[in-house]
């Protein structure tokens, strides 16, 4: 089971980029797929999780109404396009995936998600 983050990148203020998150080894659709981040010297923050299955979502009130999560179930792969960046979105951005069953109500705690990508870096320059 593997995920692969990609899409990050250098983004003035203001602007927008698209993370992806591939998915081998299992196939979505029974499970959450979320959006944590880490800025150095902080904790790791949940921004955004959705159900592979119905597609529902949820975001962290940092990230609401500027990121958008969606997936793409024929291409084992979850997006986060994110608007309106601002120099405090730069961290290291990771995808992370967990059973529907095993993650309710626990969606912003890292530990309760079981796979993990590699993360991708977005650094957003004022």
């Known amino acids: 089971v593997q995920l692969q983050a990609s899409g990050g990148g250098l983004v003035q203020s203001g602007g927008s980029l698209r993370l992806s998150c591939v998915a081998s080894g299992f196939t979505l659709g029974y499970h959450a797929i979320a959006w944590f981040r880490q800025a150095p010297g902080k904790e790791r923050e949940g921004l955004s999780c959705i159900n592979t299955g119905d597609g529902g979502t949820n975001y962290a009130d940092s990230v609401k109404g500027r990121f958008t999560t969606s997936r793409d179930n024929t291409k084992n792969t979850v997006y986060l396009e994110m608007n309106s960046l601002k120099p405090e979105d730069t961290a290291v951005y990771y995808c992370?995936?967990?059973?529907?069953?095993?993650?309710?109500?626990?969606?912003?705690?890292?530990?309760?998600?079981?796979?993990w990508g590699q993360g991708t870096q977005v650094t957003v320059s004022s």
């Open positions: 992370a995936a967990a059973r529907m069953s095993t993650i309710m109500g626990r969606l912003w705690i890292p530990d309760g998600y079981e796979y």
